[in-house]
């Protein structure tokens, strides 16, 4: 079989969050799971995106089916999953994983539509493959290119502008709740990305005191002189909990941190006053049974989804713009990678050509020979310029059929009529 590229993973579209969450790599495993997969049956090379959007295996393999299933045997040993649970996952092969990866990283696929984060995302992933040694010349520049689509896209398009955010969506949801947000005290726990952004929007919004918390006190306090903020005790978080408006969670735990009693108690201390609770985690920090308490109004990443949804319609035509983009890089990337599919071939049959002129000229010298030294030298050349003539043709021909099935047909045609051995197969990606 021909080597592809494939992408198996499931993502917002595909799973609710509360699937996701389960599926979910840490960054702490990462690198164990690469060197799991790229010794497994059928993949030969392997990045792995996980995001709180996406956990998607970025494979390059000779046989996709058994690649597939070293990737659902990881799936089980790892998450111990179900067959109910494989129908969220989507197998994409060839052009259509190619379109994928590059739609992934130019954010056309991102449930804010331009989103910055998701380049870096996509970079911090090959750079963690490639230190782990489970990318080569294929995915390498599949990545590579993906990156420069992405560039492309928002430069030449205005996909990134007016981006409706996650961290935006979180002012709209508090403020449904609360009305305006002046003098409301935000809690954040966790010290990622997300956190940070959230709270710059909501103190534009008004938002008066802030407060960070995080358990490894260092970095709270660092997050929290960066934007002005107060760093406070991860220890004494109920305390902080009962006196908050907002709420914003985003932690790397790997299991909830607030349970239903927890919220419970926390609504009696506040007397149900309303509290605005939002998870940006995955998996969830907050168990989702917190927003049956009367008080709490818990949201999670399936209700940022909406919010940003709905306030995406303005950036459609820049998207179909971009769409365009990605759609003549991946035919151009393809037309490079076809040809070099047909390299071995080629090489192949200029060897067999040189070879058959080598036999004729020796032939030509038995019968007709000796020749002078200028003769000799105007035989080769004659020869070598047909052998350049023949082989030329003939690559060009291959490299430029638009179809993979006619540029299959053609190259085992070449094998057979100049008894060609099997040619190795293609180098595993296009020249830079």
């Known amino acids: 079989m021909e080597p592809t590229l494939a992408v198996i993973g499931l993502n917002f579209r595909t799973s609710p969050v509360a699937v996701r969450e389960r599926f979910w790599i840490s960054p702490a495993r990462r690198m164990e799971a690469l060197h799991q997969l790229v010794r497994s049956e059928g993949v030969e090379e392997v990045i792995v995106l996980a995001t709180c959007n996406r956990t998607e295996f970025l494979v390059w393999a000779r046989d ?18 179900k067959l109910c649970e494989w129908s969220h996952f989507y197998r994409l092969m060839d052009d259509v994983a190619l379109t994928h990866v590059f739609r992934v990283a130019s954010s056309l696929d991102s449930m804010v539509l331009g989103e910055p984060e998701i380049t870096g995302q996509v970079k911090e992933a090959w750079a963690l493959a490639q230190e782990a040694g489970t990318t080569g010349r ?4 599949v990545m590579q290119k993906a990156l420069t689509v992405s560039k492309r896209a928002r430069t030449e398009t205005a996909i990134g502008s007016s981006a409706v955010s996650i961290p935006y969506a979180c002012v709209e949801l508090s403020k449904n709740v609360l009305g305006e947000l002046a003098g409301r005290e935000v809690l954040l726990i966790g010290a990622g990305k997300m956190s940070e952004r959230a709270a710059h929007y909501l103190m534009k919004a008004g938002a008066g005191q802030v407060k960070v918390m995080n358990r490894t006190p260092a970095r709270g306090e660092e997050l929290a002189q960066k934007m002005g903020a107060t760093p406070v005790s991860y220890e004494d978080r109920f305390q902080h909990l009962k006196k908050a408006d ?5 932690t790397a735990c790997p299991h909830v941190i607030l349970s239903r009693q927890d919220g419970e108690n ?3 201390e506040r007397k149900h006053k309303p509290l605005v609770m939002i998870d940006v985690a995955v998996p969830r920090d907050i168990d989702p049974a917190v927003r049956e308490v009367e008080g709490i109004h818990l949201f999670d990443m399936d209700d940022l989804e909406h919010v940003v949804q709905r306030n995406a319609v303005g950036r459609q035509s820049a998207a179909e713009a971009a769409e365009r983009i990605v759609q003549a890089e991946v035919q151009g990337f393809r037309r490079k990678l076809m040809a070099e599919r047909v390299v071995p071939t080629i090489v192949a049959l200029r060897q067999r050509l040189d070879e058959l002129c080598r036999q004729e000229l020796d032939v030509l010298r038995q019968e007709f020979g000796p020749f002078t030294e200028d003769q000799d030298q105007a035989l080769t050349a004659l020869t070598t310029h047909i052998t350049q003539r023949i082989a ?14 006619e540029q299959d047909m053609l190259t085992a045609a070449v094998g057979r009529l100049f008894h060609l051995e099997k040619p190795s197969a293609a180098a595993a990606g296009p020249e830079n």
């Open 392 to 405: 030329s043709s003939l690559a060009r021909e291959l490299k430029e059929l638009p179809e993979r099935t």
């Open 266 to 268: 926390i609504a009696r």
């Open 246 to 250: 907002i709420v914003v969670s985003s």
């Open 64 to 81: 996709v089916p058994t690649a597939a299933n070293s990737v659902l045997r990881f799936l089980t040993q790892e998450f111990q999953v």
């Open 138 to 141: 294929f995915l390498d520049a």
